[in-house]
């Protein structure tokens, strides 16, 4: 069991000011393992997220006898096995906290010839993950989990997977990439049509390992028997992470900051739109391309928030990233309001009751909804918030720690290695006043 490690928030008196680079990319490192290992040839991968959740894919795939090796900081080489070069794993693999990877992996192995089984920690555990089984066992995979719907997840020996046209019950770029990713390995054409735009990394890097992915609308279909051809991928800094040192650099008065190569995804942006709604003060420099994901610099000056009503187009594209637009919205004036967001409480926490119960307990007026949340735009007190066991809870509440003229303490952080290894330090580097100490 991991040490459980808190972190201490405090006020800051002087503005952040610096330029850094947050992490790579948590859902194009993931699937720059996926990919590549199941191409042909060598992948070359620079800013790969070093962060707990990717290595457990990486782990994965080399259980399955993928040679994974890295060459530098942040820098990897896969020797890709190609489409059916994959082996049998000993045992069961383990896949911590990260559902991205036991959701891709299952449409991978579900095409399999061999026999496989998937489990994580204690909260993925708890996800559902009947979202992925009832599409593949339509294509004809024999895939189950517990009585629950949970996994652990136990995926037989593949005879034949035929391609299915699938309409997606719920905004999930996870479940649309397992049905694509299980695609590949069935006879005939797999589409799936999303009811809202959800992010398409996936599809762009489908594109460039070779495989031809027809996109209309929000449909998108491939043809099963192809093959993927390595290829060179540069990961931009994650989003996901450059939105807590957003929200940091917008509620501490005089800040100025700028965020270094960070992947700017139309899909992913959202939370960009929302500040910006909230009247932040956010824009995009040097914009550019790199490979097959748009890339800027964005520079953050502080600015006064205004509570605003959050349009539900944007919630798909901001999934990730609600926990810090929470503290956002509790140092807006006036009340925010959240709909349309029931996907929330099955995160690797519940972010809506979660954020809700650490807003009240640091002296924040919030209440859930449910498929949302109201918050009342305030001060915050200072107090002890438990992240069950959930990275971005955690690393909201960090940033929540520098409106209070008290200390916010936040238990249970280990995880914030899942998606951001060194936030800390790197915080502290812009000028946070975060402490560690562990329990």
């Known amino acids: ?19 850094v680079r947050v992490p790579g990319d948590k859902s194009i490192s993931h699937r720059s393992i996926i990919f590549g290992s199941i191409a042909k040839g060598v992948t070359k ?10 290595l457990a894919t990486a782990r994965a795939f080399r259980d ?22 994959l082996r049998a794993p000993e045992q069961t693999m383990d896949i911590g906290n990260s559902g991205t990877s036991i959701r891709l992996l299952s449409g991978i192995l579900a095409g399999q010839e061999f026999s496989s089984s998937l489990s994580g920690d204690v909260s993925l555990n708890k996800r559902p993950m009947n979202r992925i089984i009832n599409p593949l066992r339509l294509m004809g995979a024999d895939i189950s989990g517990t009585d629950k719907n949970t996994a652990p997840l136990a995926i037989n020996a593949s005879t034949k997977l035929t391609g299915i046209d699938y309409q997606l019950p719920m905004a999930s770029a996870q479940v649309k990439s397992a049905v694509l990713l299980a695609g590949m390995y069935a006879s005939g054409t797999t589409s799936v049509t999303e009811p809202a735009v959800t992010r398409d ?34 990961v931009p800094a994650d989003i996901s992470s450059a939105a807590f040192l957003m929200v940091a650099a917008s509620i501490v008065p005089g800040s100025d900051i700028l965020l270094e190569h960070v992947g700017v995804n139309p899909t992913r942006t959202g939370v960009i739109d929302i500040l910006k709604l909230m009247g932040a003060d956010i824009t995009l420099e040097n914009s550019r391309m790199v490979g097959a994901e748009p890339v800027a610099d964005i520079r953050v000056k502080s600015a006064p928030l205004q509570g605003i009503d959050i349009p539900p187009a944007l919630v798909p ?58 918050i009342e735009g305030g001060k915050f007190s200072g107090g002890q918030v438990n992240s069950c066991h959930d990275h971005r809870i955690a690393m909201a509440f960090a940033v929540a720690g520098l409106q209070t003229d008290n ?29 560690l100490s562990s329990s």
């Open 407 to 435: 200390v916010i303490t936040i238990e249970d952080c280990a995880n914030v290695t899942t998606s951001f290894p060194g936030f800390v330090e790197l915080a502290n580097q812009l000028g946070f006043a975060l402490e």
């Open 64 to 85: 399955m006898g993928v040679k994974i090796t890295e060459t530098g900081s942040n820098q990897l080489e896969i020797d890709g096995v190609g489409m059916h070069g």
């Open 1 to 19: 069991m991991a040490e459980l490690v808190n972190i201490q928030s405090s006020n800051v008196s002087n503005p952040l000011k610096g330029e």
């Open 201 to 234: 990394h996936t599809e762009r890097m489908l594109v460039s390992f070779g495989y031809d992915i027809q996109t209309v609308d929000n449909r998108f279909a491939l043809e099963g028997g192809g093959r993927l051809q390595a290829t060179s991928i540069d």
């Open 45 to 54: 991968v620079s800013g790969f997220l070093n962060g707990e959740d990717c």
């Open 317 to 374: 594209l901001a999934i990730d990233e609600f926990p810090v637009i929470f503290v956002a919205a509790s140092c807006a004036k006036g009340q925010t309001r959240l709909t349309e967001a029931a996907e929330l409480r099955v995160k690797e926490s519940d972010r809506l009751q979660v954020m809700s119960d650490g807003l009240n307990a640091c002296g924040i007026e919030s209440q859930t909804t449910p498929d949302g949340i109201v």
